[in-house]
């Protein structure tokens, strides 16, 4: 009988724990393949990984080891929102509200939103939780404007939200975006668009993100896949705090993610957002977040792509970058993680930017900056980050899960 071969999930642990001792212990005829096996390997698994189903019961992903060994998942829907962690930890989303299926992929009206529709749900002032009838594509006529108390939960279908304007939580807190497919965002806006039920108004033009948090509170995104929209894949500004963006897969895009409206904003210094447990993967170029003025706490992510930079920021922002992988790329004037922008080195040098325990390969660095006392970073500190070596396994299944019913997810 033919031996079946390990899982890809332990193939990747092996390797993260014997990767330091393969670059550091004996000498070899030439290092740089060593480098560059390492760097194939990576970005060989991080290709194959997206389609596996391995269990995630016990590999140290706190969310889902919290949810996903329930093969009663889909009657235990509610569940989900007791696993958040991080800054975001207290969004509850639509809990304890009701069930709302949306059986309707259409988007026709966006101020007479049709019952059994996507914006529908997402403008009603009671909590909600949103689940789909089946696979569907919604190509959005305007921004979906959502109100609080929302969980949009794409599991048990394959949901994909593309090819028009995407989701704005806009001044509203308690949401929860989980399992959706994020693509081809586009621009919207010079419009009349419902954001309640006794409420719309006058829209200019939107960003063109995936997710535009725009002064909005206690907010999780979690197990989507996210690329190439026409702005960022999830933006935060203007105040908005109280974020955990986790288990998340992003790929082929520019400006990946930012967190902050701009240096002189103010109102953003009291921002706090966790980043755990995404991949960031094929195609991504910079601002992985690039972040403003509040605090950042950068945990437990695998960086296995990047064109110009991984980890950015400005006007003093504080970064918390702990148990990260980051695989440079071969370019060798793009193997630094972190950009100091805008500000000379007299200034960003006492900024607070740390790296605790990430691992650094095919030549990346980190520039740390500020006085690297750890009561500096405890507004940046929202989870124990578990060891760089266990990222592969942790971050195997990020994205959008393939659950089907009756089953482990």
């Not at 108004?201 to 996210?226: A, E, K, M, N, P």
């Not at 094929?282 to 605090?295: A, H, I, K, S, T």
């Amino acid at each position: 009988m033919a031996i079946p071969p390990p899982p890809l999930f332990l193939i990747t642990f092996l390797f993260s724990v014997l990767l330091p001792t393969l670059i550091s212990s004996s000498p070899v005829q030439d290092p740089e393949l060593v480098v560059k096996e390492v760097q194939r390997s990576i970005n060989n698994a991080s290709k194959a990984r997206r389609n596996l189903g391995y269990l995630s019961c016990g590999t140290g992903n706190p969310i889902d080891d919290c949810w996903r060994c329930d093969p009663n998942w889909e009657k235990n829907r509610q569940r989900l929102a007791d696993c958040a962690i991080g800054f975001g930890r207290n969004a509850i989303g639509g809990k304890n509200g009701k069930i709302y299926v949306v059986t309707d992929s259409s988007d026709k009206d966006a101020v007479n939103p049709k019952p059994g529709t996507l914006r529908y749900a997402v403008v009603q002032d009671e909590p909600l939780w949103i689940i789909f009838a089946r696979d569907m594509v919604i190509k959005l006529k305007e921004e979906l404007i959502m109100n609080s108390f929302k969980t949009i939960d794409g599991r048990g279908a394959s949901v994909h939200i593309a090819g028009g304007p995407c989701i704005t939580v806009q001044f509203v807190s308690n949401i929860i975006i989980h399992g959706i497919h994020l693509h081809d965002c586009k621009q919207g806006g010079n419009a009349m668009v419902r954001s309640s039920p006794r409420h719309y108004g006058w829209r200019t033009v939107s960003d063109g993100d995936g997710v535009s948090i725009f002064g909005g509170s206690h907010v999780w995104v979690d197990h989507c896949s996210l690329s190439n929209c026409d702005d960022g894949l999830i933006d935060a500004i203007h105040g908005s705090t109280a974020i955990t963006i986790s288990n998340n897969y992003m790929t082929h895009h520019d400006k990946v993610m930012l967190l902050g409206h701009s240096d002189s904003y103010t109102q953003d210094k009291g921002m706090q957002v966790t980043i755990a447990f995404n991949h960031f993967g094929e195609g991504l170029v910079q601002r992985m977040p690039r972040c403003r003025l509040g605090y950042f706490h950068v945990v437990n992510n695998d960086y296995t792509h990047w064109e110009m930079y991984a980890i950015g920021g400005s006007a003093s922002p504080t970064i918390n970058s702990q148990g990260n992988r980051f695989a440079a790329p071969d370019d060798r004037f793009s193997k630094e993680v972190t950009k100091h922008e805008d500000a000379p080195e007299s200034n960003w040098k006492h900024w607070n930017w740390r790296s605790e325990g990430d691992l650094l390969l095919n030549g990346a660095f980190f520039t740390a900056s500020g006085a690297g006392a750890s009561s500096s970073y405890a507004k940046a500190s929202s989870l124990g980050a578990r060891p760089s070596a266990l990222v592969g396994t942790i971050t195997t299944s990020a994205g959008a899960l393939n659950c089907r019913k009756g089953s482990h997810c």
